[in-house]
């Protein structure tokens, strides 16, 4: 009985050795990684601004703001809000990456 349980014990050990310890660079190459605006305006925005950002209801379309805002101006909007819009709902890096993208949108 105690040589089985020693021979599951000794087992189990080498099992968890051989699965775990292995160093990942995930955390790493994530802070590298620079934020893409496109995908978060379109994860952030479409619920208020529509599908494509045409808008709808209140909110107005995004898909030309390039050519009403500047990327400065936009960042300024996505911060602080304006109208109906309040401000921080996307931050740091992210809000500057999608002020970025949506200044291109003309």
């Known amino acids: 009985m105690k040589k089985a349980m020693l021979t599951l014990v000794f087992g189990s050990a080498i099992f968890l050795a051989a699965c775990g310890g292995g160093k990942t660079t995930t955390t790493e190459s994530a802070k590298d990684v620079t934020p893409n605006g496109e995908e978060i305006a379109m994860k952030s925005c479409i619920v208020c601004h529509g599908g494509e950002l045409q ?41 500057e990456a999608v002020a970025k993208w949506l200044a291109t949108q003309k």
Do not use: F, H, Y
């Open 55 to 95: 808008g709808q209801g209140n909110a107005p379309a995004l898909n030309d703001v390039g050519s009403r805002l500047t990327e400065a101006e936009i960042l300024d909007v996505i911060n602080n809000g304006r109208n109906a819009m309040p401000g921080g709902l996307v931050k740091g890096a992210d809000a």
